[in-house]
């Protein structure tokens, strides 16, 4: 979730679903942080930013949300490292399906941290160890503390981990294989092996296969590399085959300024979904240098828009993910498949 951008930007668009459905602007910004805003970063500063965003945004629309108690699901991924063993015994409180479900949280969450949310963790009864949670509230003992301030944000991130959206945005993280810590490299090489060379592109396949529920969308940017290079050939023959595309937006390069400016960068839309309708891509990487402050406006413009259908993509060798061939391709192109339904 970065500093919470992308969460902002959600509470403005459901605030509006919420107001067309006849909710107040107070009861939808509250229904908005329980219900439906989810976030996760494993910097902890970062995570301070997003909370302190995403409620200053609460703020706008409900005055009081500070003094009612309201909290968003935006949490700094914590591991279970360190966690002391008598506060362990203390929670579980000789309550065998209590303690195999903390149990599993604490394996699941060790090193958490090298990993982030590519990790998979386990749907528990979070009901029940929440309920236990409220109990050492109650409680006058000397682990009271410890549960509080370390095992209740580990159940409330595990949860958030586990759950299934209807909706996953992210600017992913950026990262090439030859930086990966070890234990990320031997965790990315056993789950996620056709795609261990970018750990962008590992988020991406977690988020489509794990994260998003059936028909669900998963939006993203990145680069544009992996939908060309041979090394995400496997990616994408494996999201062609599942998965629909529902929109492209190829923005060339300078979308950003400094250095990330100068790497084009794509941002498209998944829906986990199989029909095999005709896409839209929108091309806007003739739009740079003296023409960059052009690309908001053509973004609406028509003649950019391209509609293929991904059915195709798989009849090139490669499978390359191509929404548009120019004139100099079309009369090079020999395969014999029809380049104008590409």
Request: charged share 20%; net charge negative.
């Amino acid at each position: 979730m970065g500093s919470g951008h992308i969460l902002v930007y959600a509470f403005d668009v459901l605030m509006q679903i919420y107001e067309a459905s006849g909710y107040s602007q107070r009861d939808a910004a509250q229904s908005i942080l329980e219900n439906n805003l989810f976030g996760l970063d494993i910097d902890d500063r970062a995570a301070q930013l997003a909370y302190f965003a995403v409620m200053m945004k609460a703020r706008q629309y409900d005055r009081r949300i500070f003094s009612r108690g309201i909290q968003p699901h935006v949490y700094a991924i914590v591991e279970s490292n360190g966690l002391d063993s008598s506060s362990v015994e203390y929670f579980t409180n000789n309550d065998l399906q209590l303690k195999k479900d903390f149990g599993t949280l604490m394996d699941e969450l060790r090193d958490a941290k090298d990993y982030g949310s590519i990790l998979n963790i386990s749907q528990v009864d979070f009901a029940s160890l929440y309920a236990r949670v409220e109990e050492v509230r109650a409680d006058i003992s000397m682990f009271r503390e410890s549960v509080l301030n370390s095992f209740l944000p580990l159940i409330q991130v595990a949860e958030v981990m586990a759950q299934k959206y209807d909706v996953v945005v992210t600017n992913p993280p950026y990262l090439g294989s030859s930086r990966f810590s070890a234990k990320l490299n031997d965790f990315v090489i056993a789950n996620y092996p056709d795609v261990k060379a970018d750990l962008s592109m590992v988020m991406y396949k977690h988020a489509l296969r794990d994260m998003c529920h059936k028909n669900g969308f998963v939006s993203f940017i990145t680069t544009t590399s992996w939908m060309f290079l041979s090394s995400f050939e496997k990616l994408r023959s494996f999201v062609f085959a599942g998965y629909d595309f529902v929109s492209l937006i190829d923005f060339g390069t300078e979308l950003f300024d400094g250095k990330v400016g100068h790497n084009p960068i794509v941002a498209w839309v998944n829906r986990k979904s199989h029909t095999d309708y005709a896409m839209t891509g929108i091309r806007l990487v003739d739009y740079c240098y003296s023409r960059r402050d052009e690309k908001e406006s053509e973004l609406f413009n028509k003649r950019n828009y391209h509609y293929p259908k991904q059915s195709n993509f798989s009849k090139i060798p490669g499978s390359p993910m191509v929404y548009w061939i120019g004139n100099n391709a079309r009369r090079a192109f020999q395969t014999g498949i029809s380049i104008d339904s590409i």
